[in-house]
Structure formats: C-alpha cells, structure tokens
C-alpha cells in the first residue's frame, strides 16, 4: 500500500496574520452589510417595551408572533406564540383585526376584562421583501381617560344646555363666547 497523502510543512511559515486577515474581513461585513453594532435594533426593541400602545404581530396564517407588554396589560390575557388570533382574541366580538380596514381606528368596550377598558386598536399590513402581505400588527390602546373625559364635558354641556338659569361664557379678555337658552 503505497501513502498518497503529502503534507508539506514549511519550517518558519506564520499563518496567523492570514487567518487574522480572513476573521476582520468577515467582522466588517457583519458590522457595514448587517450592521451588526447599529443601535437601532437595541432601540427599537426598547420602544416596543416600554411604550403604552400595545402591538401584536400576526404571520400570514393569523397566528401570533410577538407581542409587547403594553398588549398584555390591554388585553388583560396571557399571550403565548403560535396562539391563533381567534384565541387570544376569544370575547372580543367587536375587534376583527383582519376584516378591518387599513390604518381604520375602531373604538371598543373590553367589558369581559377585569376591570373594563375603552379600547382603539386598528391594523397595519406586514409586507414581505415582494411588497405580499406576509402578516399583520395589530395596534391597541387604552383610552379609558379620554373616554371618561367626553362622557364628562357631555354631561356638563347638557347640564348648562339644559339649565333655565343664565350661563354665559367668557373668554379671558372678557368676551362672551358661548351662552345657554336661559341666557
């Protein structure tokens, strides 16, 4: 049997600065093409964590992907990946994410959730690289407080509206500005 294999070792042959060569090479494709050391990623995971309106990513077969802590908190549920978005959205018969319109802000009562909540959600397509929709975000937010404030200035203008007595309105400079039928 005859030794095919030849190995030549050369006695003084350094192949560190090659090797070191091929390794920065690939670093600084990571770091430029894919921007590997960009912060935007850091930040935008960030803002996703610590904001009030809630995000929920769907994939193409409407189940879910990510969420945030804000979707958790609205919702009032837990959330876990891979959920169809019948589940998670099971009780909420006023919000149909994927037969609403783009970018349409619909307002719903969340009275099954403890406590209830006023809720504005409205959806945004997810598109691929081919401009297909390959998913969906579903976008919600609390707003309880603003909810509460224009059942307030209702009851407050139809309490004046509805009073027999004067009530005028000024403004600072002490033009009228407003008045009711008693006036």
């Known amino acids: 049997l005859e030794d095919r ?18 390794t920065g090479v ?3 494709e990571g770091i430029i093409r894919l921007r590997m050391f960009d912060i935007v990623p850091v930040a935008r995971e960030s803002m996703l964590q610590v904001t009030d309106i809630g995000m929920i990513v769907l994939d193409g077969k409407s189940r879910l992907v990510d969420f945030n802590p804000a979707a958790v908190r ?38 099954k959730r403890e406590p209830p909540l006023w809720v504005e959600w409205w959806v945004s397509h997810l598109l691929d690289r081919g401009n297909k929709v390959s998913g969906w975000l579903i976008m919600l937010q609390d707003i309880s407080e603003r909810k509460r404030a224009e059942e ?26 407003t008045w009711n039928r008693g006036a």
């Open 5 to 22: 294999a030849h190995v030549v070792v050369t006695v003084g042959l350094d192949v560190a600065p090659v090797a070191f060569s091929v």
């Open 152 to 177: 307030s200035r209702q009851r407050l203008a139809a309490i004046v509206e509805s009073s027999h007595d004067a009530i005028i309105g000024q403004s600072l400079d002490g033009a009228i500005t």
């Open 26 to 28: 690939i670093l600084a």
């Open 74 to 111: 609205i919702l009032a549920k837990k959330l876990e990946v891979g959920q169809s978005v019948d589940v998670f959205l099971d009780g909420l018969r006023d919000v149909q994410p994927l037969s609403a319109k783009l970018g349409e802000k619909k307002e719903v009562w969340l009275e």
